[in-house]
T-cell receptor
Framework: GAVVSQHPSRVICKSGTSVKIECRSL??????MFWYRQFPKQSLMLMATSNEGSKATYEQGVEKDKFLINHASLTLSTLTVTSAHPEDSSFYIC???????????FGSGTRLTVV | GENVEQHPSTLSVQEGDSAVIKCTYSDSASNYFPWYKQELGKGPQLIID?????GEKKDQRIAVTLNKTAKHFSLHITETQPEDSAVYFC???????????FGAGTTVTVRA
């Protein structure tokens, strides 16, 4: 089945630094990838939608200059949290849509802790 | 946008019993309804999905039903096992974009 690899699974960084999270579709081409944020015991909150070769579309209230998204190829999207602050600590999850069918496959998530 | 409501928020069942989770959606243009299982510290995993042209789908112990008229869909898990304990999310996708709208989630606990 479709597999999405997300790295790193856990990262701790200092306030003010930037962190990059990678999301790769291993066995299918993903023209569209999605980035979510999830707080403890809550649902997934869509942050942005990225399409290969074009600028990401951000949801209302999400700072595009803080959460930089790049979707340079059909199999790779990255989320960079810039100038991280403790309030950015969260569980970030990517998802890739298989352009050949209806399927959406999720990565395993990244636990970001900003200290 | 699409609004998905999910009930109950928590569900505790005895091993071997059935579990039912219900969701409603607001946009009649939605045409795809997946269900995800999320274990602690992991990403959601698709367990079953249904398209709007089908009323019911079954995969072993798991089934999903869809009532387009009433705009609701349900997940049924039969013969529950302790490993079914997790958080379950329903979602809906509108036909005019690729975004999934998620329900709030149901924490299922299967008591041994």
């Amino acid at each position: 089945g479709a597999v999405v690899s997300q790295h790193p699974s856990r990262v701790i960084c200092k306030s003010g630094t930037s962190v990059k999270i990678e999301c790769r579709s291993l066995d299918f081409q993903a023209t569209t990838m999605f980035w979510y944020r999830q707080f403890p015991k809550q649902s997934l909150m869509l942050m942005a939608t990225s399409n290969e070769g074009s600028k990401a579309t951000y949801e209302q209230g999400v700072e595009k200059d803080k959460f930089l998204i790049n979707h340079a190829s059909l199999t790779l999207s990255t989320l960079t949290v810039t100038s991280a602050h403790p309030e950015d600590s969260s569980f970030y999850i990517c998802s890739a849509r298989d352009s050949l069918n209806y399927g959406y496959t999720f990565g395993s998530g990244t636990r970001l802790t900003v200290v | 946008g699409e609004n998905v409501e999910q009930h109950p928020s928590t569900l505790s069942v005895q091993e071997g019993d059935s579990a039912v989770i219900k969701c409603t959606y607001s946009d009649s243009a939605s045409n795809y309804f997946p269900w995800y299982k999320q274990e602690l510290g992991k990403g959601p995993q698709l367990i079953i999905d249904i398209r709007s042209n089908v009323g019911e789908k079954k995969d072993q112990r798991i089934a999903v039903t869809l009532n387009k008229t009433a705009k609701h869909f349900s997940l049924h898990i039969t013969e529950t096992q302790p490993e079914d304990s997790a958080v379950y999310f329903c979602a809906a996708r509108r036909s005019n974009d690729y975004k999934l709208s998620f329900g709030a989630g149901t924490t299922v606990t299967v008591r041994a």
